[in-house]
């Protein structure tokens, strides 16, 4: 069994997001550390989240802080299986404890109202993938990039009332 860096490379529609976890720096977070829950977006998914927020060059617009984000916010610190989920409950995740709202209906698990989870339960030796079709950001009331629940934060944003470091 591989590590999660292993699966998210393995997996092909998954190149841009591993890109993004390359241009961020994070590669060693998947490689050596965990467990985590990794949720991570398609490239179709990438794709449309570049077009709904007008990067029009893709991971090019994005700095490497920006894109630490968005990877971090699609990792829940834990190994957690589609059957752990139940109910519509926060799960912390990497970027600043800022919660993913993770729910399950009969077998379908949706995350934040805007994200499902199209394949599941890759098991690594340091954690879980799940592969969803859409990030888990929202746009919030003035075009900018939005985290549920939150007030600011996201790409480029400013959160007073994130949790964490």
């Given at each position: 069994?591989?590590?999660?860096?292993?699966?998210?490379?393995?997996?092909?529609?998954?190149?841009?997001?591993?890109?993004?976890?390359?241009?961020?720096?994070?590669?060693?977070?998947?490689?050596?550390?965990?467990?985590?829950?990794?949720?991570?977006?398609?490239?179709?998914?990438?794709?449309?989240?570049?077009?709904?927020?007008?990067?029009?060059?893709?991971?090019?617009?994005?700095?490497?802080?920006?894109?630490?984000?968005?990877?971090?916010?699609?990792v829940?610190?834990?190994?957690?299986?589609?059957?752990?989920?139940?109910?519509?409950?926060?799960?912390?995740?990497?970027f600043n404890?800022?919660?993913?709202?993770?729910?399950?209906?009969?077998?379908?698990?949706?995350?934040?109202?805007?994200?499902?989870?199209?394949?599941?339960d890759?098991?690594?030796?340091?954690?879980?993938?799940?592969?969803?079709?859409?990030?888990?950001?929202?746009?919030?009331?003035?075009?900018?990039?939005?985290?549920?629940?939150?007030?600011?934060?996201?790409?480029?944003?400013?959160n007073?009332?994130?949790?964490?470091?």
């Amino acid at each position: 069994m591989g590590n999660l860096w292993q699966a998210i490379e393995e997996a092909k529609e998954l190149s841009i997001f591993e890109n993004a976890i390359v241009v961020a720096g994070l590669q060693p977070l998947f490689e050596e550390q965990g467990p985590y829950t990794v949720f991570a977006p398609t490239n179709e998914a990438m794709l449309t989240f570049f077009e709904e927020f007008g990067f029009t060059e893709g991971l090019a617009n994005l700095s490497p802080q920006d894109l630490q984000i968005v990877v971090l916010y699609h990792v829940v610190d834990d190994r957690l299986f589609l059957k752990n989920f139940g109910e519509e409950l926060g799960y912390p995740t990497l970027f600043n404890g800022f919660e993913a709202f993770i729910a399950r209906l009969n077998s379908d698990v949706s995350i934040n109202g805007v994200s499902n989870v199209i394949a599941g339960d890759f098991e690594a030796s340091n954690g879980v993938l799940h592969i969803v079709d859409h990030t888990f950001f929202i746009k919030a009331s003035d075009g900018s990039i939005g985290i549920p629940g939150a007030d600011g934060g996201g790409v480029g944003g400013n959160n007073p009332n994130r949790r964490g470091p």
